[in-house]
């Protein structure tokens, strides 16, 4: 996800408004191995369903705030920071949706077309 993001960035940077905030969630997406490791959260993978809102807020804070700060100061918030919470929400319960029938079905379905 990190690479996606700083791809994103790289290739909007004559654009600030998107670049600045594929940027924000590019360093979000390497924060949370540190988040997973503060004493009050039991790692990130054996996390109990209670910790699991603390966790996300903690996680994507800087997201949240920056959220927050465009609907202050513009009324709206960026469709970038909208869509990349989507996928750094996805990114924490990527283990589930390995474990899904439908992603087996479509690996084994990209494996057969790769080969």
């Not at 966790?55 to 960026?78: E, G, Y």
């Not at 909208?82 to 996928?87: Q, S």
Request: net charge positive; charged share 15%.
């Amino acid at each position: 996800m990190f690479s996606s993001f700083l791809g994103s960035a790289w290739i909007t940077r004559r654009r600030p408004e998107y670049h600045k905030r594929f940027i924000l969630l590019a360093a979000t997406a390497l924060v949370i191995p540190g988040v997973g490791r503060m004493p009050w959260f039991n790692g990130t993978r054996s996390m109990a369903t209670s910790d699991v809102v603390p966790f996300l807020l903690v996680w994507l804070s800087p997201v949240l705030l920056a959220m927050t700060f465009d609907w202050i100061r513009q009324r709206r918030i960026h469709a970038v920071y909208i869509f990349g919470l989507g996928l750094l929400v996805l990114l924490r319960y990527r283990e589930w949706l390995r474990q899904t029938d439908a992603w087996r079905d479509f690996m084994h379905w990209l494996a057969a077309v790769l080969t």
